[in-house]
């Protein structure tokens, strides 16, 4: 009891690993900022655990419907635009609805880094509660699956509905890059090649 004073003293080594660790953990996670592909083929590798884990336990469907409502909601952030234009009125900054309107790149509610970082979060936290047995609420899932169907077709019907009136496509091919204009008698130099 030597060590321990009242006044939290005993905590200091314990905020110390705490911010160690914080530090340590900030640093993966910025390094791993430019690997996409790699970044999401883990969460789908963590998904998998997870689905495993349901299908062999045949439980833990309130916590997979929970998370299906979860990554819904993170989806549709995901396919919004930042500033809304139903909304947020059109004063203000809003999306380009005709050709001679100035391009303005589309900017996601929820950025990919975050959408990425919740679901995996989202996956880790549902496959910890499957140890949990107070989790376990025993239901008929196939009614909780068809109602989250109905529920996505809707939402997902409404946010592309969303998109066909206000224009703008959530999805970007790769950068756009500027060519320049070629001359006229370029063309043949470049059959040659």
């Not at 993170?74 to 609805?97: A, C, H, K, R």
């Not at 376990?136 to 009614?143: E, L």
């Not at 019907?157 to 320049?180: E, T, W």
Request: aromatic fraction near 18%; hydrophobic fraction near 40%; charged fraction near 20%.
């Amino acid at each position: 009891m030597e060590g321990f004073t009242g006044d939290g003293g005993q905590s200091v080594p314990l905020a110390r690993w705490r911010s160690n660790f914080s530090r340590r953990f900030q640093y993966y996670l910025d390094k791993s900022t430019p690997h996409p592909l790699r970044r999401w083929l883990g969460t789908s590798v963590a998904a998998i655990i997870y689905i495993l884990r349901v299908y062999y336990v045949q439980g833990f469907y309130i916590v997979s419907y929970g998370l299906g409502i979860y990554v819904l909601n993170l989806l549709i952030g995901f396919l919004s635009p930042q500033v809304d234009p139903e909304i947020e009125g059109m004063d203000g900054v809003s999306l380009p609805t005709k050709g001679s309107d100035e391009f303005r790149p589309f900017v996601r509610r929820l950025p990919e880094f975050k959408f990425w970082y919740s679901i995996t979060k989202a996956f880790c936290i549902a496959f910890l509660m499957t140890f949990f047995s107070v989790f376990d609420v025993p239901v008929f899932w196939p009614i909780l699956l068809c109602y989250w169907v109905v529920l996505f077709v809707l939402t997902m019907k409404r946010q592309i509905m969303h998109m066909i009136k206000y224009k703008y496509v959530p999805f970007s091919l790769g950068k756009r890059r500027y060519s320049g204009k070629k001359p006229a008698g370029d063309k043949a130099s470049t059959s040659r090649e």
